[in-house]
């Protein structure tokens, strides 16, 4: 079956620090990768996707690559602000698939 | 510039008690579909509609939906028990999840969720 295994939380760093949230998945075939995020008070949206092997997913300064070799989908970015403050989740779909597979969402607090 | 509007934010209600959550989005997006958000869990699937006056999958026990129209798809808990204590979110995107599904968008959008407790 489809699963999203993500890193447990929460993640606390000061701003400035380099961040990296885990994700590895579970599918059949070549599905599609993304990560939401939630802001505080607010619905989730899209940070970023990749839709085949070796693509790499970019937006607002975070990146991750579709690493299929190691079933992975790891959010980076290099620097954080305090306005990056919010969950994260990582999700995937299946071609002809009518539904996303969530991961657990990881917290991240940054700190002044 | 509305997006998924969903109603209430917050409710409380007794166990036994039935009330609708509301969701509408102005997009025109053909696709609708209902999550639940609970600590620990992530997100799970609870119906999705790919059109107005479509059913697409079985309805959990529990819960009843309804598509009459593009623009509204609300939920209702028939007889609310505790374990049905959750933050509700509801999603739409314009493509229907036919041949394709999500492959060439995956982007869906959400409403800010309604916060629902059970007593």
């Known amino acids: 079956g489809n699963s999203v295994t993500q890193m447990e939380g929460p993640v606390t760093l000061s701003e400035e620090a380099f961040l990296t949230i885990n994700c590895t998945y579970t599918?059949?075939?070549?599905?599609?990768l993304f990560w939401y995020v939630q802001y505080p008070g607010e619905g989730l949206q899209l940070l970023l996707k990749a839709t085949k092997a070796d693509d790499k997913g970019s937006n607002k300064g975070f990146e991750a690559t579709y690493r299929k070799e190691t079933t992975s989908f790891h959010l980076e970015k290099g620097s954080v602000q305090v306005s990056d403050s919010a969950v994260y989740f990582c999700a995937l779909s299946q071609t002809g698939a009518n539904n996303l597979f969530f991961g657990t969402g990881t917290r991240l607090t940054v700190i002044p | 510039n509305a997006g998924v509007t969903q109603t209430p934010k917050f409710h409380i209600l007794k166990t036994g008690q039935s009330m609708t959550l509301q969701c509408a989005q102005d997009m025109n997006h053909g696709y609708m579909s209902w999550y639940r958000q609970d600590p620990g869990m992530g997100l799970r699937l609870i119906y999705y509609s790919a059109a107005a006056g479509t059913t697409d999958k079985e309805v959990p026990n529990g819960y009843n939906v309804s598509r009459l129209n593009t623009e509204d798809f609300p939920l209702r808990l028939v007889s609310a028990a505790p374990s049905q204590t959750s933050v509700y979110l509801c999603a739409s995107t314009p493509r229907p999840g036919l041949a394709g599904g999500f492959k060439n968008t995956g982007e869906l959008f959400f409403g800010e969720g309604s916060r629902l407790t059970v007593l």
């Open positions: 599918a059949t075939g070549y599905p599609s």
